[in-house]
């Protein structure tokens, strides 16, 4: 049973309360809901006021009063970790997390600091983006900064504080890494993970790609070039936004074409390929030029580089002056991995989309191996855009083994 007592203060009325252990609770406003709640004061409760009423009146630096944290082993590393911020100073999530001996959990302690219940005398106020601006807390983004101008009356905060500051920040490693982790969601995250079972699920923060595409725009728009040099491949979406950044750049095409030869030995799904070759907007402007560039990728022995060839072909050049070069490529691409096979599939499909007679004389050749041709069939009666009858025949055309 806890003991819990309401006090009035500067930033408004204040519930504490405390076990035989010491305070257990301190949050702003009156709960109405509180199982296992006794209310009354205790010698504890008024020790805890009064400590805090010193702080904020710029009498206390730090507090004697006990507390004791219920959590989990994770999230008491954290809190503990907050206490060991000075008074007046700040600490960024990323720091919080090297603190603790575990550099990637940038997300992990944002979700501890939120879930701490021992406000002020546990200071998860004190805990700021990289870029300097204020993110969520249970008092509320003003009182967070009431608590830090008082702390630091030299700084002015607010919640976009660090804003002038942000391009160049967005560049750095670590910042990309926790403004991704912040926006992941744990739902999506299990959804995303599924569609790429080749990869670890970990490695799949849960970002939705249009929020990728964004924030791959902006970094576009500033110093691109210090970002992919510095820029990190640790998650799915750490390598995603490199692609869609290079998907993005203004530079002269050979600058451009030495990125995409750095980037696709980093491709390790179909997920990043697909995206990747759908967002190279280049291919549009420089056609010849990218035909050239992804003709020894259709003879590598790399399955995503090869893949990479193959999705840019049905992208880019399902076009009569292509045709015949294209449907030579494909017939000629041998790897036996899934993914190369379904690409070569997916690219008939279209073929057949746009040139019927042409693609059912290549595949009357029987040029294709039977696992390839039989996918390319499923994919052409898969698609809208074929009618009844077609897709008829084309369910006669199947290899059986």
């Not at 100073?89 to 575990?102: L, M």
């Not at 880019?316 to 993914?339: K, P």
């Amino acid at each position: 049973m806890k003991d819990l007592w309401y006090y009035e203060t500067k930033i408004g009325k204040m519930g504490i309360a405390g076990d035989g252990q010491g305070v257990t609770d301190v949050f702003l406003g009156e709960r109405t809901s509180l199982p296992g709640m006794h209310l009354g004061e205790t010698p504890l409760l008024s020790q805890a006021a009064g400590e805090i009423r010193e702080y904020l009146d710029g009498e206390r630096k730090g507090f004697q009063v006990e507390v004791h944290l219920e959590g989990t082993p994770f999230q008491k590393k954290v809190w503990e970790a907050l206490c060991q911020i000075p008074y007046g100073e700040t600490r960024s999530y990323k720091e919080v997390a090297e603190s603790i001996g575990d550099p990637r959990a940038c997300r992990a302690v944002g979700m501890a600091n939120n879930k701490n219940p021992v406000m002020i005398l546990v200071p998860c106020h004190r805990v700021v983006g990289s870029d300097g601006s204020l993110t969520g807390y249970a008092g509320g983004v003003e009182i967070k900064k009431t608590l830090l101008e008082m702390e630091d009356p030299s700084r002015t905060w607010g919640e976009t504080a660090g804003k002038a500051d942000r391009q160049l920040d967005i560049i750095r490693a670590d910042v990309i890494r926790e403004t991704l982790e912040g926006m992941a969601e744990p739902a999506f995250q299990r959804f995303a993970s599924s569609l790429i079972p080749n990869i670890p699920r970990e490695s799949v923060l849960g970002v939705r790609l249009p929020k990728l595409r964004k924030m791959a725009a902006k970094i576009a728009r500033g110093d691109w070039r210090a970002y992919l040099a510095q820029a990190q491949d640790d998650s799915y979406e750490e390598i995603m936004l490199q692609g869609m950044v290079i998907g993005k750049i203004q530079a002269p095409l050979p600058e451009i074409l030495e990125c995409v030869r750095a980037f696709l030995p980093k491709i390790d799904n179909w997920s990043t390929c697909d995206s990747f070759c759908a967002g190279f907007k280049a291919a549009k402007v420089y056609p010849e030029e990218i035909w050239d560039f992804i003709q020894p990728y259709f003879r590598s022995q790399e399955e995503y580089q090869i893949r990479f060839a193959v999705v840019m072909l049905l992208d880019y050049y399902v076009g009569t002056s292509y045709r015949d070069r294209a449907f030579q490529i494909l017939n000629e691409i041998r790897h036996d991995s899934y993914y190369v096979k379904m690409a070569v599939a997916w690219a008939v499909s279209i073929f057949y989309i746009h040139f019927p007679g042409d693609t059912l004389s290549f595949l009357g050749d029987r040029l294709l191996d039977d696992d390839t041709y039989n996918k390319a069939l499923q994919k052409i009666i898969e698609s809208r855009a074929v009618d009844a009858e077609a897709k008829e025949r084309i369910r006669r055309m199947k290899r059986r083994s």
